[in-house]
Structure formats: C-alpha cells, structure tokens
T-cell receptor, first 109, second 113 residues
C-alpha cells in the first residue's frame, strides 16, 4: 500500500519564524490534502492540492506529483499555528485517506 | 454553512452499554466515512459509504456497525463498547469517494471504562 512519510516529526519555532514541512509518498496519488489538528483535536482542512501550488494567507503548499512529494510553507508563524500538521493521500479503494504520522509544531511567543 | 457535525462531542460510558455517535453533513455528499485516531497508530478508517444503502468495511471494523439510510446521515453504532474502543472518532464526507476533497467533523472523544 501507499506509504506517507512526513518530516520533521517535531518542530519548535519562535513566533514570526518561517517553516517548511515535507510530505513524501510512495506511489502516484489522485488526491493530497493538508490538515491542521488544533490542540482541541479538530482537523482543519488547509489545502486540497493533488498538484501545483496554492496559497492561503500565510500558508502555501506545493505538490510535485511526478516526484511524489508535497511541501507546506508557514510564514510569520503565530502561536495559534501550534498543533499537528498532517498530510493525507487518497487510497483509491473506498476513498480511504492514508495519513502521514504528522509534524508536531510548537510556536513559542 | 457547509459542515460535518458529530454528536456527542464527548462521551464517557461503561463497557457493554450500547451507544450511537451521529454524523450529519449538509453538502449533499455521496461519500461518508468514519475514522478513529489513537496515539502511535494514527488515523484508521472504520467504515465507509459510497452512497445511500451502500456501506463497506475499512481497516478496523470490528466492534462497530454503521447504516446509511439517507444521504446526509451516517451514524456509528457500538453495540457493546469495550475499553479498547476508547478513542477520538472522526466522521468525514466528500462529494464522491474517488479523489475529491474530504471534510471532517469536529471529532468525538469516547472513553469506555
């Protein structure tokens, strides 16, 4: 089955710093999503990005499907960015999303 | 507002007492799914439904039942909960199961004592 690996597993930033999170996947995919799980456990959709580049405020994402990776950029980080960031790819059978293990981000004031 | 809702958000119950976690979406989505999230194991799919009256097992279906009698609702039923079903549960939906963006509910924290 498809393997999804995220790096780094943990990241500590000072407020205002920039960061790049990476997601590698082992096979071609038709869907890739980035989520933020906040400290209350909610999964927030950030990007639906099977290919190309998208931006939403301080966040942007790029997926290079042919090279099987995606990047999530966070600029001018804020304490509210803290939490776990997941990438997930679509497994065709049953529409199941395969999640990476996540990157736990902590932004210090 | 387009959303997936789950109820209850938090539940503490005892072993063997039947419970239902409801899930509803207002986006006219065909596809709905349940996941559970556990430390060290990540998110795993329990059951999914491609359309009304069509359901199928995911990776960890043991101990759970589902039904899809109408498009908007997809309840998760635990007939006889056990402590190993203590988990964070998410319902998700998408327009279709084959490549569209999936939207998640707020989660249900279940503790079985």
């Amino acid at each position: 089955g498809i393997q999804v690996e995220q790096s780094p597993p943990d990241l500590i930033l000072q407020e205002g710093a920039n960061s790049t999170l990476r997601c590698n996947f082992s096979d071609s995919v038709n869907n890739l999503q980035w989520f933020h799980q906040n400290p209350w456990g909610q999964l927030i959709n950030l990007f639906y990005i099977p290919s190309g580049t998208k931006q939403n405020g301080r966040l942007s994402a790029t997926t290079v499907a042919t090279e099987r990776y995606s990047l999530l950029y966070i600029s001018s980080s804020q304490t509210t960015d803290s939490g776990v960031y997941f990438c997930a790819v679509l497994h065709e059978q049953g529409g199941k999303l395969i999640f990476g293990q996540g990157t736990e981000l902590s932004v210090k004031p | 507002e387009a959303q997936v809702t789950q109820n209850p958000r938090y539940l503490i119950t005892v072993t063997g007492k039947k419970l239902t976690v409801t899930c509803s979406q207002n986006m006219n989505h065909e596809y709905m799914s349940w996941y559970r999230q556990d430390p060290g194991l990540g998110l795993r799919q329990i059951y999914y439904s491609m359309n009304v009256e069509v359901t199928d097992k995911g990776d960890v279906p043991e101990g759970y039942k589902v039904s899809r009698k109408e498009k908007r609702n997809f309840p998760l039923i635990l007939e006889s909960p056990s402590p190993n079903q203590t988990s964070l549960y998410f319902c998700a939906s998408s327009l279709w199961g084959g490549g569209y963006e999936q939207y998640f509910g707020p989660g249900t924290r279940l503790t079985v004592t």
